[in-house]
């Protein structure tokens, strides 16, 4: 047994759709966030930077005892995972593999359509992780820069935001049966983009397949929390308004949660938190 917390990182408030999942399927475990909402969205940013920034993320959860790591922002798995995995000595997970593994055993047709952000899209990763599992497969991969910001500003459920995910998924609307929500943040959106694309197509949440990942890993490692019921309440980090952050994880996650703020640059001089009140 290992009751250290796990740790998740995210560009701002995506990763709480992965933190729902855990805590709907391993109940018991602990757990740390670390949100990077004063920069995000990460995904337009040049690789090298996105690469500074997650380490940074990283070397925080490093400081909060953390058990494992799991990357719950696709854009940084697909920059920075094979990396950060390869230099610590826990187990460190990432969202595209268990995505992509599932798009497969959903889709009737073969034809797999991939929404991410930009970077994400242009690092071609789940295209790639999907052909070497299936080489049969069709993908179709669409950049899709302005859903990261309707979820960071909590628009989820505005007329401006239907507007733009009507627009953006129309290329994709017939072509795909099975579709890859390639970015955390988009299943804040869920409900959106299940209407533009039709109820015959099979939403793929990254997120919450990566769960099953990490249920499995704990196992392995035997580094499950004791199962005694978890008393303690989640702490989630932010680099920007804890105010809004928590108006979005209060929403999402439907439960009582401890959101202070963290200057990552402080972080070296051993200052910079700072509780929400």
Known sequence: MDNRPIGFLDSGVGGLTVVRELMRQLPYEEIVYIGDSARAPYGPRPAEQIREYTWELVQF???????????????????AWEEVKEKLD?????????????????????????IGTPMTIKSDIYRQKIVSLAP?????????????????????????????V??????????????????????????IIQNVMGPEVKLIDSGAECVRDVSVL????????????????????????TQSFREIAMN??????????????????????ENDG
Request: charged share 15%; proline share 6%.
């Open 218 to 241: 704990l196992n392995y490692f035997q580094i499950n929390h004791s199962r005694i019921p978890n008393q303690s309440i989640p702490v989630f980090y932010t680099t920007a308004s």
């Open 61 to 79: 959860l490093l400081t909060q005892n953390v058990k494992m790591i799991v990357f719950a922002c696709n854009t940084a798995t697909a920059v």
């Open 136 to 164: 049969q497969m069709t993908v179709l991969s669409l950049s899709c820069p302005k859903f990261a910001p309707l979820v960071e500003s909590n628009e989820m459920a505005s007329s401006v935001a239907k507007k733009v």
């Open 90 to 114: 826990i187990p460190v997970l990432g969202v595209i593999l268990p995505g992509s593994s599932a798009a497969i055993k959903s889709t009737r047709s073969g034809k797999i359509g991939i």
């Open 252 to 273: 999402w996650l439907n439960t009582d949660i401890d959101v202070r703020h963290v200057d990552l640059q402080a972080q070296d001089e051993g200052v910079g938190l």
């Open 166 to 191: 009507y627009e953006t998924l129309a290329s994709l609307v017939g072509k795909v049966d099975t579709l890859v929500l390639g970015c955390t943040h988009y299943p804040l959106l869920r409900p």
